[in-house]
């Protein structure tokens, strides 16, 4: 009979660069999205970011993360709902623009109110909503889970993909008639 081997304490020291583990991370596909909420002074906040995943389905939760070195983590780790606007296709040039430092981001951007005032993007491949539920401080990034209170999508939208560095706007089915689709918790 074998014996099991004892369980590490800790991960061995990485045999890689950290180009090399971004040239892997690139190599997963991503949808890419835009997180929105008000800032303490009722200010318009959004970013860009591809690191989003669903959680559980009961309740309803989704996850993102947010590097410690971004400017905007104060301001989303203090408030108490924010948006995940999954991106479409066709939307390319608003993640450009909400990765772009040193601009005002939200100038000419086609936006509602959603709850507790966090912006929802017109236009949207899908829409999550969400209650600001925990944060997890890990490595270099702080985890966000939220709670999601309502959610939307537009039936048949091509999401914009981001794949090694590149951003993909083809849908390889291509594109079928939008229509909009909303799910309240």
Request: glycine letters at 10%.
């Amino acid at each position: 009979m074998n014996s099991p081997l004892p369980r590490p304490t800790s991960a061995r020291p990485p045999g890689f660069s950290p180009r090399e583990f971004r040239d892997a991370l690139g190599m997963f596909a991503t949808g890419v999205t835009i997180v929105t909420a008000r800032g303490a002074q009722g200010e318009l906040i959004g970013m860009t970011a591809s690191s989003f995943n669903s959680v559980s389905l009961a309740p309803p939760l989704v996850l993102w993360s947010l590097a410690h070195k971004a400017s905007l983590l104060p301001a989303f780790a203090a408030g108490s709902h924010y948006a995940i606007n999954v991106l479409a296709a066709d939307q390319r040039a608003l993640a450009e623009r909400f990765a772009t430092r040193g601009i005002d981001r939200w100038a000419g951007v086609d936006h509602a109110p959603g709850i507790a005032g966090a912006p929802v993007l017109a236009g949207a491949a899908a829409v999550f909503e969400c209650f600001n539920r925990s944060q997890y401080v890990e490595g270099d990034h702080t985890i966000f889970v939220g709670e999601v209170e309502r959610c939307s999508h537009l039936e048949g939208a091509s999401p914009l993909l981001y794949h090694g560095g590149m951003f993909y706007t083809e849908h390889p089915l291509g594109a079928a008639p939008a229509t909009a689709q909303t799910t309240q918790k």
